[in-house]
């Protein structure tokens, strides 16, 4: 089993940061692909980033390329989102979700996850 845990969501102005940090726990694999996606009210579920397995290839959704930048540590127990140019429509519950084999064709679709966090809002005031 794997365990995400998120964490670094808040309020923030239009124009500012935030980085959300999701802290992975439990069994390791070489394969982990990780990604982020959110959900804003009213909303589906939407890709945001995600990390390739090992080799570390990132991947985004067109309205935060340049905005937002995915990582992980060395040791690949954390995975962060650094969010910068926050706009309003940012605003969404942001889930860290994991998934040991999936093929690239795969990551930007949320139900090829099987492993997510319990959210974290984040709210971007105009």
């Known amino acids: 089993q794997v365990q995400l845990v998120e964490s670094g969501g808040g309020l923030v102005q239009a124009g500012g940061s935030l980085r959300l940090s999701c802290a992975v726990t439990?069994?390791?694999?070489?394969?982990?692909?990780m990604a982020w996606f959110r959900q804003a009210p009213g909303k589906e579920r939407e890709f945001v980033a995600a990390?390739?397995?090992?080799?570390?290839?990132?991947y985004y959704e067109d309205s935060v390329k340049g905005r937002f930048t995915i990582s992980r540590d060395n040791a690949k127990t954390t995975v962060y989102l650094q969010m910068n140019s926050l706009k309003p429509e940012d605003t969404a519950v942001y889930y860290c979700?994991?998934?040991?084999?999936?093929?690239?064709?795969?990551?930007?679709?949320?139900?090829?996850?099987?492993?997510w966090g319990q959210g974290t809002q984040v709210t971007v005031s105009s």
């Open positions: 979700a994991a998934d040991d084999s999936l093929i690239l064709s795969s990551i930007r679709v949320g139900e090829n996850y099987d492993y």
């Open positions: 439990g069994r390791t694999s070489s394969s982990r692909t």
């Open positions: 990390i390739f397995r090992s080799g570390g290839r990132t």
